[in-house]
Every structure is written in structure tokens, then in C-alpha cells.
């Protein structure tokens, strides 16, 4: 069973430093993707990683994928309080289950003045 | 439509009444998907339909939840003789096929009393 396992779970920085958020998985898989939630809405897609090695970035954010070590990484650059929200890891499965996306826990992020 | 539409978007019941909710995916998307995401459970996978069809329905917690969708379109879950610890938000995500990542709706929050 896939297993994903986030950390931190909770998050609190201060404007303007940066910090990783961590998305370990337990077997193997070639597609991650990260969701960002805002508070009593959805959830919405921020990165898709496709394979070993993927990198992308979007403002401050920036999302990398290593297949061998089961680890996605989501760095924040010089955070703004825009930036709070909970984000959330999910990793697709692979074989005959590979419709579904088994999620992390959630970070909740708190980005203050 | 536009996105992925869910309703309603609170519901408080009692006890044993029965509940249904409706998800309205991205029109053309194939695959439809039901999670539902608990304080400190993250996100619970519930079921999976390609077309109208549900080749997994694995993650209903038992056997008083059902789901159905009919057209390849339009998703209903029910649940019945609702206890207190089906309370939660239900979310429900379409894709264009099981290789594509989700669109979630905004949720049904659900609360039994």
C-alpha cells in the first residue's frame, strides 16, 4: 500500500525566508503532484512532476521530484503572507491502481508580517 | 461547465437521516473521483468511476455509502443512516482520463448532529 508521508505538518515563518516542505513516498512512482488549499475552499494545482529529476517553479515556489530517493521537495523562496495556505503532496500510483492519488496529511503554512 | 461543481456546499443533518451529494465534473472528463478529507485524516480516497462506471469503490468506509453516476456525467453520493463520524468535507475531482491530474470542487461540507 502507498504510503505518503509530509512533514512538517505545521509551518510557521516569518516574511521574507525561506524554507522545504518534504514529501516522502513508499514505493514507486513516477508522477507527483502538489495542491495548494486555502481555508474552507478547494484544492488547487500548483506542480506536476513527471519524472526523475523534474524541476519547475512558479513565483516563489519551486517543486523537484527524485524517484530513487521517493522524495519531492517544495522549496519557499523569501515568503510573503500571500503564500499561507495548507499544501498538500500526492503521489499517483502505479500498475492497475494508477487512476489514484494517495495524499500526504497536509502542511499548514503560516507566513507572518 | 467551467469547473468542477458541487452541492450543496454545507449540509447539516441528524442522525440516521439519509444524505445526498451531487457533483457536476468538467464536461468531458471521463474520470470522476469522491475523497473526503477529515480534521487530521487528510484526504481519504472513496471511489473511482471511469465513464459510469466505478471499477473502485474500495475506500467506501461501509456499506451505508453508495455512489453513482449517470450520462458518464453527473455523480451523486449517498449516505445513509448518516452517524456522527461521517462528518467531514467531501470532495469530489474529475480528469480528462485516469493519467491526468484532478480538478477538485469545492466540497460538501458535511456535518451530522
Known amino acids: 500500500e502507498l504510503k505518503v508521508e509530509q512533514n512538517p505538518l505545521f509551518l510557521s515563518m516569518q516574511e521574507g525566508k525561506n524554507y522545504t516542505i518534504y514529501c516522502n513516498y513508499s514505493t514507486t512512482s513516477d508522477r507527483l503532484y502538489w495542491y495548494r488549499q486555502d481555508p474552507g475552499k478547494s484544492l488547487e494545482s500548483l506542480f506536476v512532476l513527471l519524472s526523475n529529476g523534474a524541476v519547475k517553479q512558479e513565483g516563489r515556489l519551486m517543486a523537484s521530484l527524485d524517484t530513487k530517493a521517493r522524495l519531492s521537495t517544495l522549496h519557499i523562496t523569501a515568503a510573503v503572507h500571500d503564500l499561507s495556505a495548507t499544501y498538500f503532496c500526492?503521489?499517483?500510483?502505479?500498475?492497475?491502481?494508477?487512476?489514484?492519488?494517495?495524499f500526504g496529511k497536509g502542511t499548514l503554512l503560516t507566513v507572518n508580517p | 461547465g467551467a469547473g468542477v461543481s458541487q452541492s450543496p456546499s454545507n449540509k447539516v443533518t441528524e442522525k440516521g437521516k439519509d444524505v445526498e451529494l451531487r457533483c457536476d465534473p468538467i464536461s468531458g472528463h471521463t474520470a470522476l473521483y469522491w475523497y473526503r478529507q477529515s480534521l487530521g485524516q487528510g484526504l481519504e480516497f472513496l471511489i473511482y468511476f471511469q465513464g459510469n462506471s466505478a471499477p473502485d469503490k474500495s475506500g467506501l468506509p461501509s456499506d451505508r455509502f453508495s455512489a453513482e453516476r449517470t450520462g458518464g456525467s453527473v455523480s451523486t453520493l449517498t449516505i445513509q443512516r448518516t452517524q456522527q463520524e461521517d462528518s467531514a468535507v467531501y470532495l469530489c475531482a474529475s480528469s480528462p482520463d485516469k493519467n491526468y491530474g484532478y480538478t477538485f470542487g469545492s466540497g460538501t461540507r458535511l456535518t451530522v448532529v
Open positions: 500526492a503521489v499517483q500510483s502505479r500498475g492497475g491502481s494508477n487512476y489514484k492519488l494517495t
